[in-house]
Each structure stands twice: as C-alpha cells, then as structure tokens.
C-alpha cells in the first residue's frame, strides 16, 4: 500500500535520506542528495524533503518558490533504486503538486528535467504537466503543470 508523506530532514533522518541511491545510468540525469543539499544551504528558497511511505523513507524532494510572480518548482525529486518502480515517485509528484500549489498559494507548478531522461518526461506528462517551448538557464526543457 502507498502512504506517501513527507518530513522535513533533521537528525532523526538526514543520514538515511544521504544513503539514497539511484540506478545506475540514472546519475546522468539529477545531482545527488548531498548536491542538493548543499545548494539548499546556499538558498534558503529551496525546502528539502524526505520522502516516506509509512515510515520508511524512499526518497528526496526539494521544491521552492522564486521571484514576484512566484514561481514554484518542484525542482528534485529522487526515490531510492529498491523503491523504483512500485508508484512512489507518481505518488510523490501528486502529492508535492498539492502541497505546493496550497502553501506558495498558487495554480502554476513547474520542473525541467534533463532533455534525454524520456522515463520522468513519461511519468510527468501523465500526471498533467506539459511542455512550455521554454528551457532553464542550464538548457533544460521546461514543463508546467496548471491546477484546475
């Protein structure tokens, strides 16, 4: 059963959420934890997650909100590699939309994703997220998701 929440990361879990793992190919296409938790330090915008189902930690996420119109991104998302592929990481993004959109308070989330990772461009277009014809500053197609 899939009972996804998230926790803020302190003591009790950083050095689990650390020892989160990829497949291997996948590095190619989001930094690390310990990357993103370092650029968190750097920019207090940017909330890192760990991602739970029930109380076993399964992955990563960092979402912030930026500038005066306030765009919010879902910006990491990581589930470990033994919970790849089991609906953690869809039921995750659903539930960060939501979380979002409802504390930033708006109805526009947004992510880019690396030009060739074709699995998550997959699973984000089916959750509802659809490409803008814009690239970040790294080059990265820009996809957005509108809530209704």
């Known amino acids: 059963m899939i009972n996804i929440h998230f926790k803020a990361i302190d003591s009790t879990n950083e050095s ?6 990829l497949k291997h190919g996948q590095e190619k296409f989001i930094e690390t934890v310990d990357q ?3 650029e968190a330090s750097i920019y207090s915008q940017w909330q890192p997650v ?8 399964v992955g990563f996420a960092m979402y912030g909100s930026f500038g005066p119109n306030r765009d919010t991104w879902i ?7 033994k919970y790849q592929g ?8 659903v539930k960060l939309i939501d979380i979002v959109s409802k504390k930033y ?7 880019s994703i690396i030009e ?10 089916s959750i509802g997220f659809q490409y803008i014809n814009e690239k970040d500053v790294n080059g990265e197609p ?6 209704s």
């Open 16 to 21: 689990e959420v650390r020892n989160i793992k």
């Open 36 to 38: 993103c938790l370092e």
């Open 75 to 81: 910006d990491r998302i990581i589930i470990d590699e």
């Open 142 to 147: 820009i996809f957005q998701y509108v809530i």
């Open 50 to 57: 760990a991602v739970y189902n029930g109380e076993e930690v």
């Open 86 to 93: 089991r609906g953690f990481g869809r039921a995750a993004m």
């Open 105 to 111: 308070e708006v109805n526009v989330v947004y992510l």
């Open 116 to 125: 060739d990772n074709h699995v998550a461009r997959k699973l984000y277009e």
